[in-house]
């Protein structure tokens, strides 16, 4: 049996309602900003290094081997993630291992996760 599909038949325009988003809704940056943090997480390379960062302080070559990618893919990644402001990194020698810097991220991350699992059962 297919779900049902809610559609809304009426005409009547809750002026109060448009009033307060209509201003200005098109060019708010934080709309923007949303958009664009979210774009940062519909990448499904970028979605595997968050899963494996998620409990662990990675370096770059153990992420690209458990991914199965070039160090230079995941560098790049890594990079785009940290430019954004949701990793950090720190030098060891020659090895440069990433984690989290930004713990909203890491919840949101989580939340989506958790979300998913629920939903799926």
Known sequence: MGKSVVKCDCNVLHEDV??????????????IDLSNFFQLLSDNT?????????????CVSDI?????????????????L?????????K??????YSFSNEYVK??????????KVGSK
């Open 18 to 31: 448009v009033k307060i988003y209509k201003k200005g809704f098109s060019q708010n940056k934080l709309l």
């Open 46 to 58: 970028r979605i595997g290094i968050l899963s494996i960062l998620d409990d662990n302080e990675v």
């Open 64 to 80: 690209a081997s458990i991914l199965d990618m070039t160090k230079s893919a995941i560098s790049h990644q890594l990079k785009v």
């Open 82 to 90: 940290k430019n954004a402001g949701f990793l950090s990194c720190q």
């Open 92 to 97: 060891r020698g020659k090895e440069i291992f």
């Open 107 to 116: 919840k949101i991350f989580e939340l989506a996760v958790e979300n998913l």
